[in-house]
Every structure is written in structure tokens, then in C-alpha cells.
């Protein structure tokens, strides 16, 4: 359970309440998305990959059929709580030796948000993913994006190598 919780918070970029929410019926297998209820009673669908899908299904073969709808369940069948899935992580990240950073729901949230830009995902998309209500509140995790990865973007997206069609240099050239 812990393990699928993790990576949907991860792979989704859910907020915990949004997390908790999760009914049985809110995950499309086919397409592989969650429905999610967010801030304001907004519902959105959010994607998740192949892993989280894993994950998904090992957690529903041992959650096996508990009377809940709900797919968050503590060991006595109940719904999960926000505060119980904050405490899992601080306890999780204790066990596994973090240390200097806050292992919280948010900070999956924010590292979602982070390496989804890292890897090339564009800010408006990265806003519809998390549930912002403008583009500014999504801007913030641009402030992440360090100077290294700036320049790997631009060896990657150069308008005049792809125009020219020149490849990216590994190497120093000699001046003659």
C-alpha cells in the first residue's frame, strides 16, 4: 500500500487530500488515469505510467475486497487519513536515512512538478496535471529548474542546431 501511494503521489503530483479521496471506481484501467477531486470541488483526470499501474495492482490484489469504495485503507479497513499518509512518509524517509529534506506529500508533489519540467513537459500541461487554477501558482516550481538544466534544454532544443541540423559537441576543439 505504502509503496503504491508513493508512487501515485509521485507520478501524479496528487495533493494528499486529493489522494485519500480515491474511490475504487476513480481509476480508468484502460486509459490509466485517476479522477481526482481537488480545491474547490474541481474534479480533474490525471495520467499515470506503467509503474504506478504496477504498483496499483499488486496494492488492489492485497487490499482484496474490504467493504469500502475507498482505495486508501488502514490496516482495520478504514479510510486512510490525510495525517496518516503524511506521518507513513516522515517514517518512511526516517527508515530509509533522508535526511535535509522534509519527506512530505507536498514534497512528492513538488518533485513531480520539477522533473516533469526537467524532462521537457511544458508549463501549461504541468498546470492542468496539478490542479492550479493559473499558470502563476505553477510558475514556482520553474525556481527548481537550476542553470544546468537550462543549459542541457537548450543543447537538446537549440532553434539554429536544429535548423542547421548540427549535432551537439561532447568535446573541446583545438583553435588552429
Given at each position: 500500500r505504502?509503496?503504491?501511494?508513493?508512487?501515485?503521489?509521485?507520478?501524479c503530483g496528487?495533493?494528499?487530500?486529493?489522494?485519500?479521496?480515491v474511490?475504487?471506481?476513480?481509476?480508468?484501467?484502460?486509459?490509466?488515469?485517476?479522477r481526482?477531486?481537488g480545491?474547490?470541488?474541481?474534479e480533474r483526470?490525471?495520467?499515470?505510467?506503467?509503474?504506478?499501474?504496477?504498483?496499483?495492482?499488486?496494492?488492489l490484489t492485497?487490499r482484496?475486497s474490504?467493504?469500502?469504495e475507498s482505495?486508501?485503507?488502514?490496516?482495520?479497513?478504514e479510510p486512510?487519513?490525510r495525517?496518516?499518509?503524511?506521518?507513513?512518509?516522515?517514517?518512511?524517509g526516517a527508515?530509509a536515512?533522508?535526511?535535509g529534506v522534509?519527506?512530505?506529500p507536498?514534497?512528492?508533489r513538488?518533485?513531480?512538478?520539477?522533473?516533469?519540467?526537467r524532462?521537457?513537459?511544458?508549463?501549461?500541461?504541468?498546470?492542468?496535471?496539478?490542479?492550479h487554477?493559473?499558470?502563476?501558482v505553477?510558475?514556482?516550481?520553474?525556481?527548481?529548474i537550476?542553470?544546468?538544466d537550462?543549459?542541457?534544454?537548450?543543447k537538446?532544443?537549440?532553434?539554429?542546431?536544429?535548423?542547421?541540423g548540427?549535432?551537439?559537441?561532447?568535446g573541446?576543439?583545438r583553435?588552429?
Amino acid at each position: 500500500r505504502d509503496r503504491s501511494m508513493i508512487l501515485v503521489l509521485l507520478d501524479c503530483g496528487l495533493r494528499v487530500s486529493e489522494l485519500v479521496g480515491v474511490q475504487l471506481q476513480d481509476i480508468d484501467w484502460a486509459d490509466q488515469t485517476i479522477r481526482v477531486l481537488g480545491k474547490g470541488n474541481k474534479e480533474r483526470v490525471v495520467p499515470f505510467g506503467q509503474g504506478t499501474k504496477s504498483a496499483l495492482t499488486a496494492w488492489l490484489t492485497k487490499r482484496a475486497s474490504l467493504e469500502t469504495e475507498s482505495l486508501w485503507c488502514n490496516h482495520y479497513g478504514e479510510p486512510m487519513r490525510r495525517w496518516r499518509v503524511r506521518d507513513m512518509l516522515t517514517d518512511r524517509g526516517a527508515k530509509a536515512g533522508i535526511t535535509g529534506v522534509r519527506c512530505s506529500p507536498h514534497t512528492l508533489r513538488h518533485t513531480c512538478a520539477v522533473s516533469y519540467l526537467r524532462a521537457g513537459g511544458d508549463l501549461l500541461t504541468l498546470q492542468r496535471l496539478l490542479g492550479h487554477s493559473s499558470v502563476a501558482v505553477t510558475q514556482r516550481y520553474l525556481e527548481s529548474i537550476k542553470s544546468e538544466d537550462v543549459a542541457n534544454a537548450h543543447k537538446a532544443y537549440s532553434p539554429v542546431d536544429r535548423l542547421t541540423g548540427a549535432k551537439a559537441k561532447t568535446g573541446r576543439r583545438r583553435l588552429r
